[in-house]
């Protein structure tokens, strides 16, 4: 397998932020007042990637700058949700739309252990994703993995897309795989993929290909 930027495939997120933050809820606020968004619910809504960038840089300009200078060995433990909700808009290239939902629970906490450090950690899910196999698969690997795809039923020949959630494509390819044939090998590459966090997340993924 080539080697693959993750970072390529989601087109659109999900992620929390809380009421009992300042900053988070400050941002809430100033989104709902600001940008153009489609109500999900009364604590939901849903912007594009791009008016969400330009948001953040309007507004917290300042913030972002000062993140730029902080040092690498410290910056885990100074960042807030400016500095995630641009970054994510930055390296995901192909974001499209991020859900955003304010939980109001008084109990919230970004805080983790790590190396006996306390640190912060933002988490999203991928609600929606595009996979190109022709961006993973070498010409040769790309026409073993549409046999062993159409074999397993997941890909109809002729047929170079398909609508599948992350769980169903993990589940049907793990359940199919056969050590001695060679044609499913490169499908390994595929649960990989998957595994580094669409899979947990159930994201509804479009599989394409090229015939």
Do not use: W
Not at 43 to 61: A, P
Request: some cysteine; aromatic content about 10%.
């Amino acid at each position: 397998m080539f080697e693959y930027d993750l970072s390529l495939l989601p087109t659109a997120i999900d992620i929390t932020l809380y009421k009992y933050n300042y900053i988070d809820n400050k941002i809430f606020t100033q989104l709902n007042n600001q940008v153009d968004f489609i109500q999900v619910d009364p604590d939901s809504i849903i912007v594009s990637s791009d008016q969400l960038r330009i948001f953040l840089e309007e507004n917290y300009q300042s913030d972002l700058n000062k993140f730029k200078s902080i040092g690498a060995d410290i910056i885990h433990k100074e960042i807030n949700s400016t500095f995630f909700l641009h970054k994510m808009c930055e390296e995901m290239e192909n974001l499209k739309y991020v859900k955003i939902t304010l939980n109001k629970k008084k109990d919230y906490n970004r805080t983790v252990e790590l190396d006996g450090n306390k640190v912060l950690q933002f988490n999203f899910k991928i609600m929606t994703a595009t996979m190109r196999l022709s961006d993973i698969f070498s010409d040769k690997d790309l026409l073993s993995a549409n046999k062993a795809l159409e074999k397993i039923g997941i890909l109809k020949d002729g047929t170079p897309f398909v609508r599948i959630k992350g769980k169903d494509l993990g589940s049907l390819i793990d359940s199919n795989m056969e050590d001695e044939n060679k044609d499913f090998a490169p499908l390994l590459d595929i649960l990989d993929i998957l595994e580094h966090k669409m899979e947990q997340d159930d994201s509804l993924i479009l599989l394409i290909t090229d015939y």
